[in-house]
């Protein structure tokens, strides 16, 4: 659906309640992650509304949301790289529990790019980006790091 993205408006979904969870999850939470910031590169999501398991037969075990998926601001990242940010995002989340600059160690050393210089020039921005875990930055902050470190290639 992402890939096509651009020959759609909007989508209705009906998916189990803690996959709603994650793809609408804000950041400094347990379900913030790679789908969730990945989704947001394309559309705006939200959940509807839940359905209980006694509303479908045969009944399955969870609960269930409708979401929606809003592509109308399709346009708004369209001159980012999404596949290099991506690569950035999962890199950051393949060790959750480590601050960014553990986290980022093989990514940065596979782009070639000496961490120090990296730290000085984030070191003059608002946020401690490298000090700081993956789930704390938004979408923008991600945007902003993937900027910084290609802009030293």
């Known amino acids: 659906m992402l890939d096509n993205c651009k020959n759609v408006d909007y989508a209705v979904l009906t998916?189990?309640?803690?996959?709603?969870?994650?793809?609408t999850a804000k950041n400094n939470s347990k379900q913030y992650g790679i789908t969730t910031l990945a989704l947001q590169l394309y559309c705006t999501t939200k959940i509807c509304f839940t359905i209980p398991p006694a509303a479908f037969f045969p009944r399955p075990k969870v609960n269930s949301a409708v979401i929606l998926l809003d592509f109308t601001n399709k346009d708004l990242y369209k001159y980012i790289d999404k596949?290099?940010?991506?690569?950035?995002?999962?890199?950051?989340?393949?060790?959750?529990?480590?601050?960014?600059?553990?986290?980022?160690?093989?990514f940065i050393a596979m782009k070639n790019i000496n961490i120090e210089d990296l730290q000085n020039?984030?070191?003059?921005?608002?946020?401690?980006?490298?000090?700081?875990?993956?789930?704390?930055?938004?979408?923008e902050d991600y945007i902003f790091l993937f900027s910084i470190i290609f802009s030293n290639k």
């Open 121 to 139: 020039q984030l070191e003059s921005h608002r946020k401690p980006y490298l000090s700081m875990r993956a789930e704390q930055l938004t979408l």
């Open 15 to 23: 998916i189990q309640k803690e996959v709603a969870e994650r793809y």
């Open 83 to 106: 596949k290099g940010l991506i690569e950035l995002i999962r890199s950051s989340f393949s060790q959750r529990r480590k601050v960014l600059r553990n986290a980022l160690k093989s």
